[in-house]
């Protein structure tokens, strides 16, 4: 009986004899053994210890009985199964999934007892478990909406079992492998197309591209954007006429590079490459056609000696053909389809021949495109434009290497259909220099401009500087400032982009002169209103040009503001109304405002003292006002005197133009002398406000005695303020009828006046109430 032993084991073997007989020799790969009795027939062997050997053990028992044969019997020895080792899963289009592992020791698998058997059990899934092959290596599907896998596999022999558990997450373990490889050579690039075949939608890859024999690697940036989707790169700087073979190998975006395709080889094209262009331009009744080429021509022995240059018009179906041995020829004509082709004759033969077709029809419609503007940068230019679904054949762009300088040195690029823009190095473009690309899509009927662009590599600050305006329009408190400026010139070495104005303030007695900085950011817009300048003041005007590098010359300008003539006449104007508008109001109260003026401003002159003349109502008129009275203040000087005296004791008071001094008695009759009233009580009040009055009384015999010294007239007599009342009668007696009083001025709060005969003339102030006279 087969039997499968372990390795590394002690193995215990036995032999039974039949009936009567006895077993004489043991024998385990072909090596006899000592026998050990297990009872009167059996006998056994022990082998220390069972070596693994790929081929079978042979067990031979050899008995006493000679009729029979040695008995063999055939074993294996193997070992138990054992964990797989280094397990790690991979999938190449996200619809499969390959795992694959390692053991540690060879096997013959060629008898079933020795055989191993592999499975595949993905954890919390209901699916079945995967049978795998004897290969190391098994693929299950992978599972909708799920990236987590956690699997195990499990290794089964004659001798048990073993299993191993693996954790992935299946994004990180995608390694695509680009097939249907194909390449479409140019004479200096090639393009190459590949599929990446699988659930790949939306998914980000980058994949690279060598050409052997140059080892030359490109690599790109992809995006599948639908299943199975086909992925294109271009290869440059390839030889012309060369053999050549690819790979293309692809990694999603994070993980490891997956396998390269296999090989595909590929020709580039012959050795001159004609690559033609067109310029058309309208005539009276027919078009001019130039037709441009250029040639792709590496080796040295590809002497070119003449260029076949045909043009086939379809509406007059006519065909001219030209040789040259320039790469520019002019044709004439007519509106309508004409199909160009140019042909190389080199030495070694001729080149491909290249066509195109042109037009001149649409130049009858064609619009009017507007620019766009776009900013150039170290490296060059980077266009893009809008895709067409018309474009069939792709798209070409042209421009002129001097700029929009005329003669132009026309220079053109051709993508193909699927490519909407393109980078161009900044060799060959100056800085300063204006640059216009047309953009041409390629179509059935020929090429169409499909957008303008125009541009600088790099701008620089304009050259020129705008110019004022003669006919400013200049106020004393504004300026309106304008200026011309041609800002769409192409000559300007940037695009202009407004304007800056500086106004500087010259003032003559200070040092802190006011600076206007303005920025106009419209370059269409070629005026400026300036608030809040002075009159009569000096200004100077500076004015730039600016582009996006800064901004250019200035041109420089000096006016003064005019004078405000109507501000100053106001000023002269305004008080003089006003002051003629006060006196028409106040010329009927003339003689209040005089009254109150001469109050205010006047003073009595000489401020002469006369004698009082108080009448005998001066006492009934105070304590009927009860204005005055003595009362306690607090800023007066009180003097209170108790003494009899004689006439004989009294001075005299004459009144100069200077003070009051005592005189005797042998004064002047001239002058006017006032004798002091002898009484048995006088009380004396001084103050500002109080005026102390005595009631009435009859004149003393020393008034009587004195009389006869006095004038025959009173000149003037002057009144002051509190005065109630004033009786002539009283102090002043004629001394013979006839004497008159010449002059008499009032002043305020004279409340009552009678005179005696003879007054002539009154002069009455604020608050006089009553004048009594008596005429002679």
């Not at 592992?101 to 699916?127: A, F, I, K, T």
């Not at 024999?213 to 299943?227: A, I, L, N, Y």
């Not at 230019?381 to 001097?402: D, H, I, K, P, R």
């Not at 001239?670 to 009384?697: G, I, K, M």
Request: charged share 20%.
């Amino acid at each position: 009986m087969e039997e499968v032993l372990q390795e590394g084991t002690s193995g215990h073997f036995c032999c039974i004899p039949p009936a009567g007989a006895q077993v004489t020799e043991i024998r385990f790969k072909n090596k006899p053994y000592t026998l050990t009795p297990v009872d009167e027939q059996v006998r056994a062997i022990e082998v220390l210890p069972l070596q693994f050997q790929q081929l079978p053990v042979n067990l031979a028992c050899k008995d006493s009985s000679s009729s029979r044969k040695d008995q063999t019997v055939v074993n294996y020895i193997t070992f138990p199964p054992e964990k797989p080792q280094n397990l790690s899963c991979m999938t190449k289009n996200l619809q499969i999934i390959t795992c694959k592992w390692e053991c540690g020791q060879q096997l013959d698998v060629d008898h079933p007892l020795r055989r191993r058997r592999y499975s595949l059990r993905v954890q919390d899934s209901d699916e079945a478990e995967v049978q795998c092959g004897v290969d190391l290596l098994c693929n299950f599907a992978a599972l909708p909406n799920r990236s987590f896998y956690n699997i195990s596999v499990v290794m089964r022999n004659a001798l048990g079992e073993e299993s191993q558990s693996y954790a992935f997450n299946i994004s990180h373990r995608v390694f695509p492998v680009p097939e249907c490889v194909v390449v479409s050579p140019g004479a200096t690039d090639v393009e190459v197309y590949w599929y990446l075949i699988g659930n790949f939608t939306g998914r980000h890859f980058s994949c690279q591209i060598t050409m052997e024999p140059t080892g030359k690697t490109t690599e790109g940036q992809f995006v599948v954007s639908e299943p199975e989707q086909s992925l294109r790169a271009t290869v440059q700087l390839l030889q012309p006429s060369s053999q050549y073979s690819t790979t293309v190998r692809c990694a999603l975006q994070g993980n490891d590079w997956g396998l390269w395709s296999s090989n595909t080889s590929f020709s580039t094209e012959p050795l001159v490459t004609v690559d033609i262009w067109t310029r058309t331009r309208r005539q009276a009744y027919n078009c001019s056609l130039t037709v441009l080429w250029n040639t792709f021509n590496s080796a040295s022995d590809s002497n070119i000696k003449v260029f076949e240059v045909c043009v086939a018009q379809d509406s007059t179906r006519s065909r001219e053909c030209v040789n040259v041995k320039v790469m520019k020829v002019y044709f004439t004509v007519g509106f309508g389809q004409c199909n160009v082709s140019v042909r190389a004759v080199t030495l070694r033969g001729s080149s491909i021949t290249s066509n195109i077709s042109v037009h001149t029809g649409w130049l009858i419609t064609e619009p009017m495109l507007k620019e766009k503007r776009i900013v150039g940068n170290p490296e060059g230019f980077l266009l893009s434009w809008s895709a067409l679904s018309s474009a069939t054949c792709g798209y070409a762009v042209e421009w002129c290497v001097m700029g929009n300088a005329e003669p132009c040195d026309l220079r053109w690029r051709k993508v193909s259909a699927n490519q909407t823009s393109l980078s161009l190095s900044a060799e060959g473009f100056r800085k300063g220099h204006r640059y216009t690309f047309r953009i041409f899509s390629c179509q059935t009927e020929g090429h169409r401009v499909h957008e303008k662009h125009t541009g600088y590599l790099e701008e620089q600050e304009p050259l020129s500087a705008p110019e004022l305006s003669y006919s400013l329009s200049i106020f004393w408190s504004s300026m309106l400032l304008q200026w011309s400026f041609n800002e769409e010139d192409s000559e300007h070495p940037g695009f202009i982009t407004g304007y800056r104005l500086t106004i500087q303030e010259h003032a003559d007695w200070t040092y802190s002169n006011r600076i206007w900085n303005i920025s106009v950011e419209d370059p269409h817009r070629k005026s400026e209103t300036v608030e809040g300048v002075k009159e009569g003041q000096r200004y100077t005007i500076q004015l730039a040009a600016c582009t996006r590098a800064g901004c250019g010359l200035e041109s420089v300008h000096t006016i003064t503001t005019p004078q405000n003539h109507y501000l100053l006449m106001a000023k002269v104007m305004t008080p003089l109304l006003i002051l003629i508008g006060c006196c028409f109001c106040l010329w009927p109260c003339k003689e209040t405002l005089k009254g109150i003026a001469v109050d205010i401003f006047s003073f009595p002159s000489g401020q002469r003292m006369k004698v009082l003349e108080l009448d005998d109502s001066l006492f009934e008129v105070s304590e009927m006002l009860r204005v005055l009275q003595v009362e306690d203040c607090k800023c007066c000087n009180l003097d209170s005197v108790d003494m009899r005296s004689s006439m004989e004791d009294k001075s005299w008071l004459i009144f100069t133009e200077e003070r009051c001094k005592p005189v005797g008695p042998s004064s002047s009759e001239e002058e006017l002398v006032w004798d002091e009233l002898a009484a048995e009580r006088v009380t004396s009040v001084t103050n500002l406000t109080y005026l102390s009055s005595l009631p009435p009384r009859s004149a003393s015999p020393a008034l009587e005695s004195s009389r006869s010294h006095r004038a025959n007239y009173v000149t003037s007599l002057n009144t002051n303020d509190y005065v109630t009342s004033f009786n002539t009668d009283e102090y002043v007696t004629p001394v013979s009828p006839g004497n008159y009083i010449t002059s008499f001025n009032t002043s305020d709060y004279l409340s009552s006046i009678k005179s005696g005969n003879c007054v002539t003339s009154v002069s009455p102030g604020n608050h006089v109430t009553s004048v009594s006279t008596v005429t002679m």
